[in-house]
């Protein structure tokens, strides 16, 4: 199949302002793209990139004074299948784990482990290692919280959305990586397209989408407790910790952020 995404963002700065933008597709899908993701900006500015320590793309641009649009437009070709289940993976001894995995067992910004440890063995102990246990944080979260955007702010954790029993799709991904790694299994945060395609159109405008993924078996599996149940058309921008390390745009000084928009369709032939 074949997806048609991109965005439209304007931003308004009252004077010089440098900005890191992660928006590109992450590099592991770049082979399937059939339009590239260039970022166009009115007006048009240089633009540098580099790859963060995480692999992403980033973008370095300074914006102007006044009002900037920073946009994009692609087209990507999709397996048009489902995240894969596999029951069967099973889960590392601490020990056994590859070196690169190990960042991602560790507390962070938004995902307090120390905060939520006792919680998570006095809940978890009890499961099945491996896979089982992981989709047992992943039931727990997505019937814990309560999705709606007005319960969004940028400096919500895991801990307050645990407490406060609601969130965005970036609290539920972050109470379960903080909740998995509580429990010796390596979380990462990721962030990307997820339209609507497979399942009824959602009735809020489109946004980016936040999930995980989890390390089992010898390799990385995607989890998404705000929908709790396999999606099409996942398209992976950014890999990191925690949302910290992948913000759609890092401003060094004062903005606004006056016009956001996502699309992410599937696209017919």
Same mark, same amino acid.
């Given at each position: ?69 920073? &946009?994009?437009?692609?087209? !990507? ?12 993976? !099973? ?66 954790? #895991?801990? $307050?959305?645990?407490? $406060? ?7 539920? &991904? ?22 609507? !395609? ?11 989408? #936040? ?39 890092? #401003? ?18």
């Amino acid at each position: 199949m074949k997806i048609r995404i991109g965005y439209e963002l304007i931003y308004a700065c009252p004077q010089p302002t440098p900005l890191i933008l992660t928006l590109n597709v992450h590099y592991s899908r770049v082979s399937d793209l059939l339009a590239p993701d260039h970022i166009v900006t009115r007006p048009a500015l240089p633009i540098s990139g580099y790859r963060d320590g995480f692999g992403n793309w980033c973008s370095r641009i300074v914006a102007p004074p006044g009002d900037l649009l920073i &946009t994009a437009d692609a087209t !990507i070709r999709d397996s048009g299948l489902a995240d894969a289940v596999e029951p069967a993976a !099973i889960q590392h001894a601490v020990e056994a784990l590859p070196p690169e995995t190990l960042v991602y067992l560790q507390g962070s910004r938004y995902c307090e482990t120390d905060r939520l440890s006792e919680f998570a063995w006095k809940q978890f102990g009890g499961t099945p290692l491996g896979w089982p246990r992981v989709q047992a944080v992943c039931d727990f979260v997505h019937a814990h919280l309560r999705f709606g955007y007005p319960f969004a702010r940028p400096s919500k954790t #895991a801990l $307050e959305a645990f407490n $406060e029993r609601t969130g965005v799709c970036r609290d539920f &991904t972050h109470l379960m990586i903080a909740l998995c790694r509580c429990l010796n299994i390596p979380a990462r945060y990721c962030t990307g397209y997820l339209g609507d !395609i497979g399942v009824p159109p959602a009735p809020e405008p489109m946004d980016f989408s #936040a999930w995980l993924e989890v390390y089992l078996g010898g390799r990385w599996h995607t989890f998404d407790p705000r929908h709790n149940t396999p999606r099409i058309g996942r398209v992976l921008i950014a890999q990191g910790r925690d949302a910290a390390d992948v913000p759609i745009s890092n #401003a060094f000084g004062p903005n606004t952020l006056k016009g956001f928009k996502v699309w992410t369709d599937e696209v017919a032939g």
